[in-house]
């Protein structure tokens, strides 16, 4: 889930509400029941607030390969905190480690609290309020590249674990809880997660994952505006990332050009590509959306929403007149840039390239999107060529205790909101875990604004130091209730 756009995964509801053509509010942060001052750790021998730790982590730059440092703080902030370290990487770009209650050598069953230490790059610094990498507090928010993106998560997670470890971590347990900080997950690599899943999964032992997806909103629903909702992903889009290439020798004169040359023959192949009529996909995550926020409904509205696969025609319909809706039932690819080779202005290039970043349905094949793409663009001279892919996966199952404790836990903290299964339209570290057969779910826990959401890969990126509370209030009550679940 990557580059400098906005993560298209955390504006999940933002978009889905759109079908039934809904405003959010501007202020959407709910009240803790916990006091603040409940959240802290150990670092350097004192007490410190669980804002304070954010801002020094989000002062520390780690954009992607460069994680290293970051990696050692955090690995500090656990050491200090008395969780047991692995070490399941040591360099800069592959710097990841596993702080867990028990050490994983004793093989128990473990909840994996997963976060990824990179963060895409700042950008101009002359067009933030606030210094990217300063970790400033201003006006209660929290400001800093990364600060929802994802060490706000992660921080989260970590104040969580450690306070339930000092309340409850009197007896042996029967399983382990671990937090897994990575690297690369702004990337395709085969660093981060990639690595950790491919050497380290008999070691880890992972019941279940969590790590970063939907934030909690209100104003989705058109009858209730009131109503907060929260999303948590099951199943991600697959990214393919491809480029079109095409050389030819021509006349190179650009006073006296052919009929035929580099520029514009890829440029028509685009404009039949990027303009092509999507077919969609009714699937059981998007489908089960739909029905989750059609019982939140009255009205036509509603019952439309409850029963999509009868309404699917007047759905379709709606969709299609707002791309970043179709980006949960379709396959969608956005052109990235162009690359010519070196030319003066009054001469034709002669090789000519551009990158394509595709995101597919999960039951998409490759190998079939390709074969569409080629007929499409209805080119044989335009080679297209794949630079990066992930495989698909199953939607992780809802039926375990893992989710409805975590459904639970943000009840818990939003008696009155509803919880909603999801499609990620980008991708997350989750994907390699399920690849290897782990359930793992997608979840900010914050309850967030829409202009906060905005700032996500963005300038401005911040979150409100409320909202950071709430996240480590759930994912403490989660540790909580799994321990009662599980009799321990």
């Not at 963060?119 to 006006?139: L, N």
């Not at 980006?327 to 000519?352: E, G, M, R």
Request: glycine share 6%.
């Amino acid at each position: 889930m990557s580059r400098r756009h906005l993560k298209q995964s955390q504006i999940l509801v933002f978009w889905i509400f759109l079908l039934i053509g809904i405003c959010i509010p501007e202020e959407n942060c709910a009240q803790y029941s916990l006091p603040p001052d409940y959240w802290s750790v150990e670092l350097e021998g004192k007490e410190t607030s669980i804002e304070d730790l954010l801002s020094i982590y989000l002062q520390i730059p780690s954009v992607s390969g460069q994680e290293m440092a970051a990696g050692e703080f955090l690995l500090t902030v656990c050491v200090e905190n008395g969780l047991f370290i692995k070490q399941l990487g040591s360099e800069q770009g592959n710097y990841n480690f596993a702080a867990s209650l028990y050490p994983l050598e004793e093989g128990k069953p473990n909840i994996i609290l997963l976060n990824h230490m990179d963060v895409v790059p700042a950008g101009s610094g002359s067009k933030w309020e606030q210094p990217p990498f300063h970790g400033k507090i201003v006006d209660g928010e929290i400001w800093g590249r990364g600060a929802l993106d994802m060490k706000g998560v992660a921080v989260a997670q970590l104040v969580s674990l450690l306070k339930f470890k000092s309340d409850y971590l009197n007896n042996s347990s029967d399983f382990n809880i671990t937090f897994l900080a990575v690297s690369a997950e702004e990337i395709i690599s085969d660093n981060g997660a990639s690595h950790v899943t491919d050497t380290y999964i008999d070691i880890l032992n992972p019941a279940v994952v969590f790590c970063e997806g939907p934030s909690g909103m209100k104003g989705i629903v058109q009858t209730d505006k009131d109503q907060e909702v929260f999303g948590i992903s099951v199943v991600d889009k697959k990214p393919l990332w491809i480029k079109l290439q095409l050389a030819h020798s021509s006349f190179a004169h650009s006073a006296s050009c052919p009929e035929h040359y580099p520029a514009k023959d890829l440029t028509l192949a685009l404009s039949r590509l990027l303009s092509a009529k999507r077919d969609f996909v009714y699937n059981e995550t998007n489908v089960g959306m739909l029905k989750g926020l059609g019982k939140l409904e009255r009205g036509i509205t509603g019952f439309v929403m409850k029963y999509p696969r009868l309404f699917k025609p007047l759905i379709s319909m709606k969709i299609r007149k707002d791309s970043r809706m179709m980006i949960f039932f379709s396959n969608s690819i956005t052109l990235v840039d162009y690359k010519t080779v070196s030319h003066s202005s009054n001469s034709l290039p002669q090789c000519l390239e551009c990158r394509l970043d595709c995101r597919l349905m999960p039951e998409e094949n490759i190998e079939d999107f390709i074969r569409s793409i080629e007929k499409t663009i209805d080119n044989p001279d335009i080679k297209v060529i794949i630079s990066d892919s992930l495989s698909g996966t199953i939607p992780s199952s809802l039926d375990n205790v893992y989710y409805s404790t975590y459904q639970e836990a943000i009840k818990k903290s939003f008696p009155s909101c509803e919880v909603i299964p999801a499609l990620l339209p980008g991708f997350s570290d989750c994907i390699h875990f399920r690849l290897k057969g782990i359930p793992a779910y997608g979840s900010n826990p914050f309850p967030l604004s829409e202009d906060l959401l905005s700032t996500m890969h963005n300038f401005n990126e911040r979150i409100p130091i409320t909202a950071l509370n709430v996240g480590a209030e759930i994912y403490y009550n989660f540790l909580i209730g799994i321990t009662k679940n599980k009799g321990q």
